[in-house]
């Protein structure tokens, strides 16, 4: 854990190039380790995320969900309120509205898509990534060695960054192992582009998607 004081702070618009698309859903209930079926499904009806770099689907919680610290053991129940979120190029939302209206078979459960609503991103100092994944990093100093290159390479100032859980991922490539990832007293620039382009790897699958989460 790196944990330094100082917050930044000022006036900022944030930008929509990039947004998140919500999409009102109904689904009953959803295996916990659901993300590659989820992408699967979502990419049967459009199959242009394959290709689009800066595409991400967020993983979906249920309200045990504990913040994303705290998990039921395998299966998701989920609620009207359930959303499934696309995080996309905002040029991408109009070709993504064609998901609803499907009927979508994620691991055996059915989800029917609904309509749509654009949200920006959070202006924010504080973010969260539920699952997180870089190559060869199996212990928590690698994994955080490796966050913090990224960031240093793209200029990003993290002044508290705290480490979660390891949770393991059933991909079409086999087991991948995620931690989550919280950074804190971001600048509200700074906060911006991680959402936008996130990082680490396997993005479409929810992977190094950075969330708002609570001041700590």
């Known amino acids: 854990m790196y944990w330094q004081e100082e917050l930044e702070a000022g006036a900022f618009v944030v930008p929509d190039d990039v947004i998140d698309l919500a999409f009102a859903i109904t689904c009953r209930a959803l295996p916990v380790d659901h993300a590659q079926a989820l992408y699967t499904a979502v990419a049967a009806v459009l199959p242009w995320l394959a290709d689009e770099p800066e595409a991400g689907i967020h993983s979906i919680h249920g309200a045990d969900s504990g913040n994303g610290w705290e998990r039921p053991e395998d299966v998701l129940l989920l609620s009207r309120r359930t959303r499934l979120m696309l995080r996309l190029p905002k040029e991408r939302a109009e070709e993504a509205q064609a998901l609803s209206g499907h009927v979508l078979d994620v691991a055996g459960h059915e989800m029917t898509v609904g309509a749509a609503k654009s949200r920006p991103l959070c202006k924010t100092t504080t973010l969260y990534a539920r699952y997180l994944s870089f190559a060869d990093t199996r212990s928590e100093a690698d994994f955080l060695a490796a966050c913090a290159a990224v960031l240093r390479e793209r200029g990003i100032k993290a002044k508290k960054i705290l480490c979660g ?52």
């Open 165 to 216: 859980k390891t949770r393991t991922l059933h991909t079409d490539d086999g087991p991948l192992e995620t931690r989550s990832l919280m950074l804190a007293d971001l600048s509200l620039e700074d906060s911006v582009r991680l959402q936008e382009r996130g990082i680490g790897t396997h993005r479409r699958i929810g992977c190094g998607l950075f969330i708002a989460h609570k001041s700590v």
